[in-house]
């Protein structure tokens, strides 16, 4: 078992942190029952897939091209609650 930057728990193995684990860090108090409602982190990884995606690297230098560097603009994307 490791630590992340958060200091959670991510098993060496697997690369994944307990979905318990990342409520408590948020200051949750998970009891029995909410545990029991918590997808595994099979459910998870089968719902989001393993790891980050990142689509578009392969446009990166045609943008550069194309905008200037004052105009370019830096956001996050993706989902409303990631």
């Not at 200051?27 to 790891?51: F, N, T």
């Not at 943008?63 to 370019?72: M, Q, T, Y």
Request: proline share 6%; charged share 25%.
């Amino acid at each position: 078992v490791l630590e992340d930057s958060a200091g959670m728990n991510v098993d060496a193995e697997s690369g994944r942190v307990d979905p318990r684990a990342v409520l408590e860090n948020a200051g949750i108090d998970v009891d029995a029952e909410s545990l029991s409602r918590l997808p595994s982190a099979d459910d998870i990884e089968s719902m989001y897939g393993k790891g980050p995606l990142v689509l578009g690297l392969e446009t990166c230098q045609a943008f550069r091209n194309a905008v200037r560097p004052e105009d370019r603009l830096m956001a996050p994307a993706g989902m409303s609650a990631s």
